[in-house]
């Protein structure tokens, strides 16, 4: 299975600085269709998960700017560039090229 | 709006099986692939296997193979995912996840909390 592997484990950010979480793939997750099959989800507190970025650096519907995505074959990164306190959570990679689908261990934000 | 909406929390002996259920309101369903998701307290996410109801196909990780079964009832929109032998380590929060193909997880259930203890 394809191991996904997010760094830092926890993150403590002041309002208005940038954030950058780091998610590497043990295995490349460009398709022979050229889409690269990796997604950053956010879990506040309490919540079920949700979703953030799709493919890399397509931001989902509703998201906000503050929010990209980059990378490519087994290295990514997802960037707040002015974190705000509703960003706190947990944030998670997750490929889905190949079955079973796996999701990084996750990183945690805190506001300091 | 697709809505899931996941039946009550449960509370199971060891040995036993618990069985959840994941209705969707407001969209499409069989053409969608419902997921279920593990997390343990405390802990990550742990994708345990997946459906097509239009096919009426699943998936599975090899972890839940032999203990997991997961299946999709069409006429009233709703997905299962039956855990047998439960042992306290399954105690955990089980969500089902709705995967459209290009924005996969978009849509989630609220979580059922499974607590397995004498």
């Known amino acids: 299975e394809i191991v996904m592997t997010q760094t830092p484990l926890s993150l403590s950010v002041t309002p208005g600085q940038p954030a950058s979480i780091s998610c590497k793939a043990s295995y490349s997750l460009l398709h022979g269709d050229g889409k690269t099959y990796l997604y950053w989800y956010l879990q506040r507190p309490g919540q079920p998960p949700q979703l953030l970025i799709y493919e890399v650096s397509n931001r989902f519907s509703g998201v906000p700017e503050r929010f990209s995505g980059s990378g490519s074959g087994t290295d990514f990164t997802l960037r707040i560039s002015r974190v705000e306190a509703e960003d706190v959570g947990v944030y998670y990679c997750m490929q889905t090229i190949q079955l079973p689908l796996t999701f990084g261990g996750g990183t945690k934000v805190e506001i300091k | 709006q697709v809505q899931l909406v996941q039946s009550g929390a449960e509370v199971k002996k060891p040995g036993s099986s618990v069985k959840v259920s994941c209705k969707a309101s407001?969209?499409?369903?069989?053409?969608?692939?419902i997921s279920w998701v593990r997390q343990a307290p405390g802990q990550g996410l742990e994708w345990m296997g997946r459906i097509i109801p239009f096919l009426d196909v699943a998936n599975y990780a090899q972890k839940f193979q032999d203990r997991v079964t997961i299946t999709a009832d069409k006429s009233t929109f709703t997905a299962y995912m039956e855990v047998s032998s439960l042992r306290s380590e399954d105690t955990a929060m089980y969500y089902c996840a709705r995967d459209p193909g290009a924005t996969p997880f978009d849509v989630w259930g609220q979580g059922t909390m499974v607590t397995v203890s004498s």
């Open positions: 407001g969209g499409t369903f069989s053409s969608n692939t």
